[in-house]
């Protein structure tokens, strides 16, 4: 499909205190197949040099927009950058994360000649501390009522983000996974192509890591979680405790899958498919 007939994808860039890594996901963005797209950078009043790295890139390529906007957290700049975006359909993208050269074509494919699916997303590859792969389950609205299994890195349409309230603001850690309930509890499907196609750079030491190991925020959060969306969730728990206990009960099965045989020949399994594509 020619540039000028393709639909057009906002990359959503926000950033604060990572610019040491921002070329990084940049790049990424540049070496795209897919001509169409627009990315824009949100530095969300961040302290380090994000604004030089992020006018260094928009002197690159025009497609490449830059935003400085006061410090209100990262659910705030990614709002921000949608509100601002041109696009038919929207990719968030973690200024340490990286995504392969096919995933906008592919993505943008999927979407365009499938109106019942409303997110797309990628087999994903952890680098960094770690290099493990990770699959999504096969979607349902009721295991993802429990525990959130999609990345954030995943494409939508704006249409559909503009019928929410975007991401919740108030949330720490759980903004996406609430994003993707309002976009999914009114119907349509998940669709995770069968690549390796999100990079997500794993470190010991990070906002999520931090906001996991305070239990009260959890704790907060997953209330937070219930009570905006308490219509669907009482088609299928009794009270929010319900889901605080099947989200712990889920995290053990997951954690102690990772320990099982089969999950580490799968992952070695994996690392060789790639090697060969």
């Known amino acids: 499909m020619p540039p000028s007939e393709a639909s057009l994808v906002s990359v959503i ?3 604060y205190n990572y610019a040491h890594f921002l070329r990084e996901a940049l790049d990424s963005v540049m070496a795209q197949g897919y001509q169409n797209w627009e990315c824009i950078i949100v530095n969300d009043g961040s302290p380090d040099n994000t604004e030089e790295v992020a006018l260094e890139y928009c002197k690159k390529d025009q497609r490449i927009k830059y935003f400085c906007k006061e410090n209100g957290g990262h659910s705030s700049a990614r709002n921000f950058g949608i509100k601002n ?23 943008a494919n999927v979407l365009d000649n499938n109106p019942t699916v409303k997110i797309v997303c990628f087999e994903t590859q952890l680098f960094g501390e770690s290099n493990q792969i990770i699959k999504m389950p096969d979607y349902d609205l009721r295991s993802l009522l429990i525990v959130n299994y999609l990345v954030n890195t995943c494409m939508y349409r704006k249409k559909d983000f503009e019928q929410t309230k975007g991401y919740d603001e108030s949330m720490l850690g759980f903004e996406d996974w609430n994003l993707w309930i309002n976009i999914l509890k009114s119907g349509g499907s998940v669709i995770e192509l069968p690549s390796i196609g999100y990079y997500y750079r794993k470190k010991d030491v990070s906002v999520f890591n931090l906001f996991l190991k305070d239990k009260k925020r959890v704790f907060r959060d997953l209330l937070t979680l219930y009570n905006n969306h308490v219509d669907v ?4 728990f009794d009270s ?6 099947e989200n712990e009960k889920m995290r053990r099965v997951i954690n102690a899958y990772h320990q ?10 994996y690392k060789l498919k790639s090697l060969f594509k």
Do not use: H
């Not at 929010?240 to 206990?245: A, C, D, G, R, V």
């Open 13 to 15: 860039v926000p950033c």
């Open 85 to 107: 975006s041109l696009g038919k359909y929207i990719l968030p993208l973690d200024p340490d994360d990286k995504i392969a050269n096919y995933f906008l074509e592919q993505a």
């Open 240 to 245: 929010p405790i319900t889901l605080i206990q």
């Open 233 to 236: 969730y009482e088609k299928y």
């Open 260 to 269: 099982t045989r089969t999950y580490k020949w799968g992952k070695k399994f």
